[in-house]
């Protein structure tokens, strides 16, 4: 299902689901993706979808539309476009990506089966041995992710990483997204100038795995990963 990650500097991100046709983003309440900012217009544009995506249209708002920097009046989109809309920032993910990095991160490995193993076996008769006590499983207990703030003015303080997608940054300068997966969670850049490096190296494109302990720095500001 493809979704709008948005982003805005006094909140945590939020997810949209796209699951109609046509999806309605303004300030006003009536609105499938409701922006309740004055920088945004009432009805400020629409997503319609397209065969196997969504194209963005603006509705002739004040401020305008921008995707990946750029004005538009009209445009199909594509995983990962960043669209602004007044002092809000918005991702969007497509569908099949996000299954193809969910799918990639899971591998099944099978062994050839040889034809001695589809014989039937001729079973030895033992003697019957007493049942064995029941094993009680535990579940092993969910380990939260966090960042700890380095430097800045949020420093020492630390952050439970509880969404899908979790922002650090500024929307509109350098920020970036700590993407929760099936198997761990991965540093991904939105915008800005400056590179993300993590322990002092830029990140690849398409995002990096993050272990405990990791130091992230963007631009002035610098934390460090645990779990």
């Known amino acids: 299902m493809e979704k709008l990650v948005v982003i ?13 046709q046509r999806i309605s983003v303004g300030r006003d309440e009536t609105n499938a ?18 065969f196997r995506g ?3 249209q603006d509705e002739g708002s004040t ?10 009046t009209k445009r199909f989109l594509n995983h990962g476009d960043l669209i602004e809309i007044g002092k809000y920032h918005l991702r969007y993910l497509a569908a099949e990506q996000m299954q193809e990095a969910n799918d990639s991160d899971q ?13 039937p076996k001729q079973e030895k008769t033992k003697p019957a041995e007493p049942a064995a006590a029941p094993k009680v499983q535990t579940k092993p207990e969910a380990i939260e992710a966090k960042v700890r703030f380095l430097s800045g003015d949020q420093r020492g ?5 509880d969404k899908a997608f979790f922002s650090v940054g500024h929307p509109g ?3 970036v997204l700590i993407n929760k997966r099936h198997t761990g969670y991965f540093l991904l850049k ?9 322990n002092g190296n830029p990140i690849k494109a398409g995002g990096v795995e993050l272990h405990s302990g990791d130091r992230i720095e963007l631009g002035e500001l610098s934390l460090e990963f645990l779990k």
Do not use: M, Y
């Open 63 to 72: 401020n305008g539309t921008r995707v990946n920097g750029k004005p538009i």
């Open 190 to 198: 939105v915008g800005g100038e400056n590179n993300p490096l993590i």
């Open 107 to 119: 591998t099944v490995v099978l062994r050839p089966v040889h034809q001695s193993e589809l014989q």
């Open 54 to 56: 969504f194209s963005l």
């Open 33 to 50: 993706v409701c922006l309740g900012d004055k920088s945004v217009s009432r009805h400020h544009a629409t997503l319609q979808r397209v």
């Open 8 to 20: 805005t500097d006094d909140g945590p991100a939020e997810e949209f689901p796209l699951t109609e």
């Open 173 to 175: 300068g350098d920020l």
């Open 157 to 161: 303080e630390e952050k439970v990483v």
